[in-house]
């Protein structure tokens, strides 16, 4: 069957999540006047928040720990220390700032426009309801996409197929009309692929599997669709 619909991942897929993420905690840093060096911070956070949100996903932590923990052990690894009180308004502050950066990977709008002549372009992703819908807006992309789905709005988290058949039920469509874009292979190629959707890995890394077309830029989709 014709392909009709694609479904993007946003974060480190459509948005640049790396560097809009760099950008608040130097915001939050110039605010705060810390006496830590940035860089050593940021190395020391990202793999510590990278470990969380694999717990998040798993189910195995709440939405509040994953913002407390990943602050907390990034300080407790730097012996800095920080009150409790001060870690939680900096989670609310980083939650806050975060959406007001907006730079996409390369050529983004430029390849949704391109996709948005032949397809119905939608987003399913993990991120938090409050925060994804401001990203979208604010960094000019959300009038691409005809179907939002937060794993919140459902309940649960890709890889879960219940975000999935949420989705398609969405957009109107069936698992062979689609396709998903997305960076993880677990939450989104595996997810996508284990309830009928094809999938295109979206990643710098060699590919985990071979029989899934992968991408390292955004414009290679045009290969392909």
């Known amino acids: 069957m014709m392909i009709k619909h694609l479904f993007f991942d946003l974060d480190h897929t459509l948005w640049d999540f790396e560097k809009n993420s760099e950008l608040t905690f130097k915001q939050i840093f110039k605010e705060r006047d810390f006496p830590l060096d940035f860089n050593l911070f940021m190395d020391t956070y990202r793999p510590i928040n990278l470990e969380y949100w694999r717990l998040f996903r798993d189910d195995k932590i709440s939405k509040e720990a994953l913002r407390y923990r990943r602050l907390k052990d990034s300080f407790d690894r730097l012996n800095y220390e920080v009150s409790d009180e001060d870690i939680q308004q900096i989670a609310i502050d980083y939650i806050d700032y975060l959406p007001n950066y907006n730079h996409l990977f ?18 399913i992703t993990n991120g938090f309801d409050e925060v994804q819908k401001r990203k979208l807006e604010s ?5 691409f996409f005809t179907v939002v789905v937060t794993s919140e709005s459902v309940g649960v988290k890709k890889p879960n197929p219940k975000v999935f058949e949420f989705a398609l039920e969405q957009a109107n469509c069936e698992p062979s009309e689609a396709i998903m874009i997305g960076d993880s292979y677990e939450a989104d190629v595996l997810g996508a692929l284990n309830v009928g959707i094809k999938a295109i890995h ?11 077309i992968a991408v390292n830029s955004l414009p290679q989709l045009k290969q392909y669709l």
Not at 106 to 123: G, N, P, Q
Request: glycine share 2%.
């Open 106 to 123: 390369d050529a983004a709008i430029e390849v949704l426009e391109y996709l948005k002549k032949s397809y119905e372009l939608h987003i």
């Open 139 to 143: 960094s000019g992309i959300a009038e």
């Open 202 to 212: 979206f990643s710098d890394e060699e590919p985990a599997d071979t029989s899934v």
